[in-house]
Every structure is written in C-alpha cells, then in structure tokens.
C-alpha cells in the first residue's frame, strides 16, 4: 500500500476548517501538493508532530486536528502518547504512516518488535486500529473523523521509492509558519492577536 | 537474589537510599535522573554480557522518556531485569499516568519486550523477580505500589554525584569480567 | 517559592490572558502548579516529558492561546531539542518560568556535584537556543518582570524565560 494513495484518500474527507499537521519526509510533500487550503503546520522535525498537533487542539476544540506522523518520528517521544491520552481531547486524530523506514537510512524498530499500535493502547488510547489496505484506511479515518476521539491509527506503507521534496517556501521552517499562521489569522474560531 | 558480580542501576527518590540500605557494596550506581535509569542499565548490558544487570526505576522518571522501552526490545540483552516500583507520584507532588489511563506493562509489550508483566503483592513480586534473575531476558517488571510515606536519608556521598560514580567506578574496575577497550 | 511570589504570579499570568499552564511537576515550581492546578480560570495540562511539552506549547501559542510552560533547568536540557525548533524555528510565543536550580541560594540539598551542572549550564544552554531571558531573584521587581516578559514573548513572537531564583523561589 503507498503513502501518496492514503493521502490522496484523506484529503477530501479534511474540511477547510481542520488543522493538519505533518511531520517531516514524503507526509510533508505528499500533503502539501493534496491539501492547498487550511491550516497546515508542515515539515516537524522528529517527535514534535504529535504534542504540536495536541496542543493545537488546545487551541482551536471545535475542529478536528488531524496528525500525520511517521513512524520514526513517533519513537523519538513515544510519551507524546501518555501525554494524548491523558488530556484526552475528542478533536485528535492521529494518522502513523508506518513504513519502517528512516528515510533511505534502513529500518527502524517497527519491522523487528515494536508495535506502535500496542505501544498507544498501553499509553492508554483506547480508540486505536492499524490498517493495511485502502478499504481499511478509509473505513479507519471516516469513523476518526466523524466520531469523538482521541482516535490513533497507524497506516502499514511500502517505503517510498523515490525521495520527494516540498516546495521550499511553502513547506518547512519560517516560511510555512508564515502560510500556516496566515491561514490561522484567518480561521472563524482564531481568538488570538 | 542479586549476587556481588550483578550491577544496578536506580532512579532518584527513595529507589536510591532504600537500594543502598539493602545493598551498599558492589557496582551500584545510583540516583540517575528522570527517563535515563533504563537507557543506562541497557549500556551497562553491553558491558557486562554474562551478568544480570538490574534496572530500578520509577513510574514518573520512566514515562519522561519511554521510546527507551522500543531500544530495550531491540537490542534485546538476555541479562536485562528492568523494575519500574510504579506507586503513580511525582515524589510528593500529585500523581502521574499511571494513576488513570497508562499501563507501564503493556507499553512494554507494545514495544516488543515479550517478558513484561505487573505485580501487585508481594508473594508476586518475589516469584516474579526470581524467575526474572533465573532465566534469560530481557525482563520488565511493574511493581504496583503504595506512595512512600517519607522522605528517607542515605548517606549522599555514596549515593548521587560524582562521589557515587567515583564508588561505582572502583566497584567496576575491580569486577572480575571488567574489560577497557584501548 | 511562598504564597506571597506564587500569588503574585497567578494574579500577573492573568492579567495578561495565560489561561493554559503546562507543566510536568518539580519541587521547586510545585506551590506556583498546584495553585494553578486548582485554580479554575487556568486549565493546566501536566505532560510525560519536557519536550512533549514545548511542542505543545507551540501548537497552542500559535494557534492563538496564551500559554505558559513551568519547569526547571532539568526540564530545559530535557526539551532543548523541542525548543531549538519552537524557538528559533518557529518562533512560538510561549512564556517559560523556569526555576533556576543551582543558582545561589539554592539550600535544597541536591548534591553538589548535580547544582553545579545547572548553575553552570542553564544560562548558556538558554543563550545557545537563543531564548531571551532574564534571572529574576527578587520580589519588588518579580510582577514587572512577569509583565515585561509576557510582552515581550508576545512582541518578538519567541520563547522567553525567567529563570526565578534568589527570594523569590526559595
């Protein structure tokens, strides 16, 4: 099953009004080139997309905040996951693209014994699924969508073949913030300066 | 159960005075701050293969780094025994997640330690600690309990610092399997 | 810290629209968090690691709310890496109060050898992540400092610190 595939299937079922946030690697190109509109934080380094996307839904609890990690970046701060399940909040949705790989440098622990899923369960997140097809994906993400979470759902990928960048500009650092909290400013829910 | 060839290993609060208080002699090394305790003892493994090395952490300090569970599955050391003494306190100051949602033993799992498992009395605790110390690991054992009622005082240069690691360090070099790579 | 700087700091977090406290809980902050805790115009989050919590931080600053985060200088090593993107990537808006372990004044018995570390670590690892701040050890000027603080997070739109030493932490 490919990533971009997943991808292309989450983006009509992401309102305007959502907040995506992806961590680094093809999530963040994939995702930028599928997703025009909204708030979208790209390019998070390693461990950060998670609490970033959780403190998000601090801000705005009214719209879903979708995460869309990977699984190298989640083993950074598996505590991330302690964290979640502790605040608890109904707006979070968490998406892992699993594809046991850290970028083109080998494989990482979720092709020998780690089990992400496992690990969010025992964090204590209860509404948790992995899945390995696209009629499972989307099943999966229409149910996090539409219904109260926290919902984790760890994607079973192939590793991309090729290595694909965003848009300099628009997908990492200073520049995202810029598009990002422009989008933000413009939210109906925004309370902020 | 832990002979003077076995090395450990603690978290701070009341794990280091009372580990001393039961075992003052042998390569100890005490009082390692929150989430480094696991990650340590799992070095000291690869330094000391053929002896147990026994992991005495904490519920709190444990969570503050927990992806150290995913490298203790995977480098999968046989001598490992990691006990988290899970009584859900930040030391005085409230309780933690294992008070509510989080299960320290099924993180384990989930992170692909096979032999994890939660105690609750003692006569559990004692068989479970003696299986672990007889046979191969990696073993993870949450040890449910009560929050310690006081403080409890040890004797500070033998058990946090740089005096402690100077202790530690004479131990290790005094070790029959002691080994310095030139 | 004492009742006298802890109500200071409530009443000054605020006057200024922190309503979102995120600690993960240490002695010395402990007063200022659990007068936070109970506290029902703040909603306190307590997370399982530092960094956790800096990122979470960001994602609530830049998303609009006001937001403080209480630690130590334990807590700052532990979440430097969170706060070498928050900061000088990002540049998140968040107040961090953090208690300066270490410093002169510091009877809490910690052993020497662990003091000293902070004393020598918190003020160059705070200038290394380019976070400005500013050490405030005393009562009569601690509210300015909260304020100044405050705006000046809001203003440069970056992390600032008060690392709270001197009377007014122990």
């Known amino acids: 099953m490919k990533r971009y595939d997943c991808l292309k299937l989450l983006a009509p079922m992401v309102d305007k009004h959502m907040f995506t946030v992806t961590s680094l690697s093809s999530n ?58 502790d605040v608890n909040p109904l707006n979070f949705v968490a998406i892992i693209f699993d594809n046991g790989s850290y970028a083109r440098m080998g494989a990482t622990f979720t092709t020998r014994r780690a089990d992400l899923e496992k690990i969010a369960q025992g964090a204590g997140i209860d509404k948790t699924a992995t899945v390995r097809s696209e009629e499972a994906f989307s099943a999966s993400v229409k149910q996090a969508i539409d219904t109260a979470g926290p919902h984790f759902i760890v994607v079973k990928v192939e590793p991309d073949r090729e290595r694909v960048k965003g848009d300099p500009h628009r997908t990492y650092g200073r520049a995202m913030r810029e598009w990002f909290m422009d989008a933000v400013r413009h939210h109906p829910d925004y309370k902020g300066k | 159960m832990v002979d003077e060839h076995m090395l450990a290993v603690t978290s701070l609060s009341t794990n280091a005075p009372f580990w001393y208080n039961v075992r003052p002699e042998g390569p100890n090394f005490f009082a390692l701050n929150m989430g480094l305790c696991l990650p340590f003892a ?111 005082a040890a004797d500070r240069s033998r058990t946090s610092g740089r005096p402690m690691r100077e202790w530690f360090m004479d131990a290790v070099r005094r070790h029959p399997d002691y080994q310095v790579r030139r | ?36 805790r109970q506290d029902s115009f703040f909603t306190a989050v307590t997370v399982a690691g530092e960094g956790n919590g800096i990122a979470f931080c ?26 070498s993107q928050m900061g000088m990537v990002y540049g998140a808006p968040i107040l961090i109060l953090a208690s300066y372990r ?14 000293l570390m902070f004393k020598q670590v918190a003020e160059p690892l705070l200038a290394a992540l380019r976070v400005p701040y500013r050490v405030v050890n005393q009562k009569a000027t601690l509210k300015r400092m909260l304020q100044e603080g405050s705006f000046a997070c809001q203003d440069y739109s970056h992390p600032i610190a008060l690392l709270l030493s001197g009377e007014v932490l122990w």
């Open chain 3, 102 to 115: 270490g410093d002169f004044g510091d009877h809490s018995g910690i052993p020497g050898s662990q003091l």
């Open chain 1, 28 to 85: 963040t190109a994939f995702w930028s080139s599928l997703r025009l509109e909204g708030a979208n934080f790209l390019g998070c380094n390693m461990g950060l997309c998670i609490p970033f996307a959780l403190g998000l839904t601090a801000a705005f609890p009214d719209r879903k905040v979708i995460a869309l990690d990977s699984d190298g970046s989640l083993m950074v701060d598996t505590s991330s996951l302690i964290t979640v399940a």
């Open chain 2, 42 to 152: 799992l070095g000291l493994t690869m330094a000391f293969p053929r002896r147990k090395v026994i992991s005495i952490d904490s519920d709190g300090s444990l969570m503050n780094d927990s992806s150290s569970l995913i490298t203790v599955a995977d480098v999968n050391p046989g001598n490992l025994v990691a006990f988290v003494f899970d009584n859900s306190s930040y030391a005085f100051m409230g309780s933690t997640f294992t008070a509510r949602r989080t299960d320290l033993g099924k993180m384990a799992q989930g992170a692909g330690i096979a032999k994890s498992g939660t105690v609750r009395t003692l006569e559990d605790f004692s068989a479970a600690a003696k299986q672990a110390m007889e046979s191969t690991g990696p073993h993870f054992i949450v040890a449910k309990v009560e929050p310690d009622a006081g403080r409890v």
């Open chain 3, 58 to 83: 960001a994602g609530a600053a830049l998303g609009g709310r006001r937001v403080a985060f209480v630690t130590g200088v334990a807590g700052l090593l532990v979440s430097s890496w969170a706060l």
């Open chain 3, 1 to 36: 810290m004492d009742q006298q700087s802890v109500q200071v700091i409530v009443e000054t977090l605020k006057e200024q629209g922190i309503d979102l406290v995120v600690t993960l809980p240490e002695e010395p902050t402990y007063a200022l968090t659990e007068a936070v």
